[in-house]
């Protein structure tokens, strides 16, 4: 908990004093060995990557990010994919989606998603975990938009 206290507090700091040393410092959080403490790590990059003074800066969310597609953690890897399509949504990013191979990767991940959120079905029934469900299946649906939507921004 109070690991999560001090990414949430690094964010806040971060977004006022705009200063990349704080954005390096909040994606180190990504290396905790607590699921939850990565998973706000990836949100708060995503939050941080919309900020057009972090925008010198998405390369290094690009790495974070596909970083925490591969995390053990299911719960990391939804929001790490969230925080993709909040970031790197527009076509004036386009630069580092071509740079770090962005749409490739989730590309791969379309099988991988779709079995969890198989998988997730059937053991939310028996576990009471319908929200992770939820979550992977609401990620896989938006991981089709999102790449069809970048498809046509590069036609």
């Not at 990565?38 to 003074?53: D, E, H, I, N, W």
């Not at 010198?56 to 925490?68: G, I, Q, T």
């Not at 076509?91 to 791969?108: F, G, H």
């Not at 975990?129 to 939507?149: C, M, P, S, T, V």
């Amino acid at each position: 908990e109070r690991e999560r206290e001090r990414v949430y507090v690094c964010f806040c700091f971060a977004a006022r004093s705009q200063r990349a040393a704080q954005v390096l410092h909040v994606c180190a959080g990504i290396e905790s060995p607590d699921g939850r403490v990565r998973s706000s790590v990836a949100g708060v990059a995503g939050c941080l990557g919309q900020l057009a003074v972090f925008r010198p800066h998405l390369p290094v969310f690009a790495d974070l990010l596909l970083r925490a597609l591969q995390d053990s953690s299911q719960w990391v890897m939804v929001e790490a994919l969230n925080s993709i399509f909040d970031v790197f949504a527009e076509p004036d990013v386009n630069e580092v989606v071509v740079q770090k191979r962005l749409l490739e990767t989730l590309q791969a991940l379309r099988p991988v998603l779709q079995e969890a959120a198989r998988s997730s079905g059937r053991g939310a029934r028996a576990s009471g975990d319908a929200e992770l469900h939820g979550r992977l299946d609401e990620a896989r649906i938006n991981l089709a938009r999102f790449l069809k939507y970048k498809a046509k921004q590069f036609a």
